[in-house]
């Protein structure tokens, strides 16, 4: 499947409906080559109708980045009346700083201070899908040139359709092909206050494969210090293990595979999108969309719909049951990510209006 595209020539004019809330109104319209809301990689879902999926419309995950702690984006005391979060006209997720005589003074995807007259407010919400890498980074890629980023996306915006049929609420961090910090995911999820957090992620480089596995080598990352992360991180791997092994692939596999904890040289979470978040959170990185075999399936529809299903069971069973999980790993992993995903150098923004 292509990627989903971020441009368009100078001359075309793109515009979007958004869903908020039970809501449809314009999403307003974009020109030029920044990124711009799609609705590419539905084809296979039944229907939106009824859904309130708030901005619905690695090389593996991205590490943990060096950009400093905002103070401003975790001082909900000073926004008085201003909502935490809101959807741009142009449907991308931002954090708000505080009210403008225009409209809202908001924090943009590449952690730029910037002025919108109209948002539509958002949250709190039971769950936040962060969909991995995007715009210029865009992660892992596949022999047909399918790119992370893509993939990742088009399974939140699946998974974030199929929780609001269980009755979930659900908010995504990217709503399109643009980057966004790891700062400002993290600040968008613990303004939003959900249950839970996955980051959807695709896995590379392939290990090599010794022997043919019926079983995907699905990896969890999990919180250090959180009970509720290493649960939330079983019934992830244990839904999305089972409903991708029905697929005919020769699935790449680390020795050490299942649901674990990646850690530097501080013993701290490996990764910021990990590490940051509030709520229980965990990275999933699905499949080795590097591998020829994975690939292929991973372009199809059926794939990414039952990733996508597997996800949001995994997450109800997270938030109604007691249920455990499975796939645990004992001994941590022990990674130091370069910061050279995740930050705002050389980032651009989408257009906000």
Known sequence: MAATSASGSLERVICRVLLVAGVVFLAGCAVGERPTLTGEGLDDVE?????????????????ATTVADDPA??????LGDAPAVVVTST??????LGRSEAGYAVRTPCGNDAEIVWGQPIGPVDVVLDPGHGGDEQGALGPSGQTEAEVNLDIA???AVALEQRGFSVALTRT?????????RAAIANRLAPGALISIHHNSPSPDISEERSTPGTEVYTQVASEDSTRLGGLVYEDVVAALSVFDAEWASRTDA??????????????GIVRRPEAPA???????????????VIGTGEYRQAA???????LARFLSTADVGAGFVAEPRLFNPSADTGGSDGCVDPLLS
Do not use: F, H, M
Request: proline residues 5%; aromatic residues 4%.
């Open 47 to 63: 229907s939106l109708d009824g859904g309130a999926v708030a901005a619905t419309v690695g090389a593996g995950a991205e590490p």
């Open 73 to 78: 984006l975790d001082d909900l005391a000073a």
């Open 91 to 96: 449907g991308v997720v931002v954090p708000v």
């Open 157 to 159: 915006r699946r998974a």
């Open 176 to 184: 399109a092909d643009y980057r966004i910090t790891i700062p400002n």
């Open 258 to 271: 299942g649901v674990l904890r990646v850690v530097n040289d501080s013993g701290q979470d490996a990764y």
């Open 282 to 296: 965990v990275l999933v990185e699905l499949a080795y969309l590097s591998n020829p075999t994975e690939a292929v």
């Open 308 to 314: 996508a299903e597997a996800i949001a069971n995994a």
